[in-house]
């Protein structure tokens, strides 16, 4: 196999007749031909790398808006999560007071959290692709500053929350513990002294719930049990003071019957012996006593006729009474 040297060494000189056929065609050539072509070259490279630069242009502005978009969408999204946050229940939790949870430093640090300058939104505002790339570098910062700052604002108000809760929990069971105490006692002290026993029954049972829940994690359900207590005491108490009542009434209509006896024996007493005649009763007397007045002239004659019996007399009457032998009472 022939190498490509021994091939070009091979290759036999042109003729007369070919040389003079070059040279003919260089005279013919005009001598603008050379410089046109390469012009035109020259312009056809200058088009085409335009339009090259033009697409390349189009292209890199297109993705340096794609990208900013991307990254002004981030943004957006951190700082409406950090304002939803702010404004909702960061708000709300600001009203909570130092003595309404279990450890007040959570308030001072949900406060901290709060007294921070976010930055300003500015968007995608460059009309070419270097500001577009500088604004979605900041955009970028911008968006991890709110998410770094949105998560510590929540656990902030997590713990606000949390200490808010135990301190929920821990005054149930306080209020709880005291007002079974107070239920305990009125238990036994009331024992015999109620109106009607159903209502210590009542008492006992919720004391028994109650002491159950004492010791539980929901707040709603001890406080239920202390509401349950209060209502069962309120109702022995009830029932305490309508026994009273009723004892009270009863020994009240006792003493009044005992002195309406007294008054009626009192009528009756200090009336004296009876010898005949009428009797007049001394007006202003407290003691009952009688005066004689004679009914006979001359004092040997018969008794002078009775006169019309007065059913006053035994009551206290002030004019003559008179009073048969038969009725007579002597004290």
Known sequence: MKTEQETETNTPPPTNGETAAV????????????PLVAGLCALALVVAGGIGWKIWSDRRLAEAKAACATASDAARGAMNDWNTLVNGDAADLLEVKADQVKDAKTIDALKTALDVEAPEYEGCVAENAQGLDAAAVKLNEQADWYETHEKSLSKAVRAVVESKAA?????????????LD??????????????????RDALSNAIDAA?????GNDPAKI??????????INGVNAS????????????????????????AQSTYSGVSSYSGGAYRRTEGSTSGSNTYRGTTSGGSGPAAAAPKPNLNGAYGCTEDCYVPPNNLIQH
């Not at 260089?26 to 050379?34: A, G, I, N, Q, S």
């Not at 107070?182 to 209502?199: I, P, Q, R």
């Not at 406080?223 to 069962?232: H, P, S, V, W």
Request: proline share 1%; net charge neutral; hydrophobic share 40%.
């Open 240 to 263: 305490v003071q309508a026994k009273t009542d009723a004892d009270a009434q009863a020994a009240a209509a006792a003493a009044a019957a005992a002195q309406a006896q007294a008054q």
């Open 167 to 179: 301190k929920r929990l821990d005054d149930a069971k306080t209020n709880l513990t005291a007002k």
């Open 182 to 199: 107070e239920a305990s006692k009125l238990l036994a002290d009331s024992d015999g002294k109620v109106a009607d026993n159903a209502t």
């Open 23 to 34: 040279e003919e065609s260089r005279r013919v050539r005009p001598k603008w031909l050379v």
């Open 211 to 215: 002491n159950g829940l004492k010791d």
């Open 223 to 232: 406080d239920g049990a202390r509401k349950t207590l209060e209502d069962a």
